[in-house]
């Protein structure tokens, strides 16, 4: 009898990276995320960089990978739309709802996003949730408004803190800061972006409703699954 050993969570994320290849539309630029499992995306990428015209970026990291790859990168006013954005997920519901920003990307994701017709999330199992809100939900705030903004969700039960690198508040690509907020039920994620994206001070609320995935290509024991909404 053979065995066959489970994979790991990074041969997932490979799994997955690769299979999102088959949503970029050769001769197209393509949008591109941030995060580990869109760095496997990108590094399966340079395979056809030859076929694509280039990707907008979401990140200074994902621009400097696919610079180093040999990918052309266009500014985001550079492009009217993009045909596919792909990109990976903090967790992701069963309609396509997103929380993301756990790399403090999230505002330029978002944008990227909104130019494209379709977002293709490319995520690991451990990412499927019934409902969002379990991991610590990313917002970019303007640092001035960071204890305004922790208040009111302190008023909504939940507990807010800056992200900290290297003791020090995370500065963004955009030069501001990521308040991690944990302890939220987030049963209405349209209604939820659309209220905190309104709060004086907040950059971009880290769950993407607005945005949701179009298709979930998610890395499982049994392979590769396809999900649809
Ligand atoms: C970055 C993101 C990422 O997509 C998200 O954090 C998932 O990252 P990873 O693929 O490393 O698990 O939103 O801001």
């Known amino acids: 009898m053979t065995t066959t050993s489970p994979l790991t969570q990074d041969e997932?994320?490979?799994?997955?990276g690769q299979a999102a290849l088959q949503y970029v539309?050769?001769?197209?630029?393509?949008?591109?995320?941030?995060?580990?499992?869109?760095?496997?995306?990108?590094?399966?990428?340079?395979g056809m960089k030859d076929q694509i015209k280039g990707a907008v970026s979401s990140s200074v990291a994902s621009t400097e990978r696919l610079k180093a790859l040999g990918i052309e990168v266009f500014d985001a006013?550079?492009?009217?739309?993009?045909?596919v954005y792909i990109d990976g997920a903090d967790e992701i519901d069963g309609t396509g709802n997103m929380i993301k920003g756990g790399g403090a990307a999230l505002t330029r994701e978002k944008i990227v996003a909104a130019l494209a017709r379709s977002f293709v999330c490319i995520a690991d199992e451990s990412k499927l949730?019934?409902?969002l809100g379990q991991f610590p939900l990313p917002v970019e705030v303007i640092p001035m408004a960071t204890h305004h903004v922790a208040r009111r969700f302190e008023a909504l039960g939940a507990k807010a803190s800056v992200r900290l690198k290297d003791g020090a508040p995370l500065v963004t690509d955009n030069g501001q800061h990521i308040l991690d907020v944990r302890?939220?039920?987030?049963?209405?994620?349209?209604?939820?972006?659309?209220?905190?994206?309104q709060w004086p001070g907040v950059v971009t609320v880290g769950v993407f409703a607005h945005q949701k995935a179009s298709v979930c290509l998610l890395g499982t024991a049994q392979g590769v699954k396809t999900l649809r909404y």
Do not use: R, Y
Not at 77 to 83: K, P
Not at 183 to 197: A, C, M, Q, R
């Open 25 to 46: 539309v050769p001769g197209e630029i393509v949008g591109v995320g941030t995060g580990s499992t869109v760095n496997k995306f990108i590094d399966a990428l340079a």
């Open 129 to 131: 949730v019934q409902a």
């Open 77 to 83: 006013n550079q492009v009217e739309s993009l045909s």
């Open 12 to 16: 997932l994320k490979t799994l997955v």
């Open 183 to 197: 302890g939220l039920s987030i049963t209405d994620p349209l209604g939820f972006e659309s209220d905190v994206n």
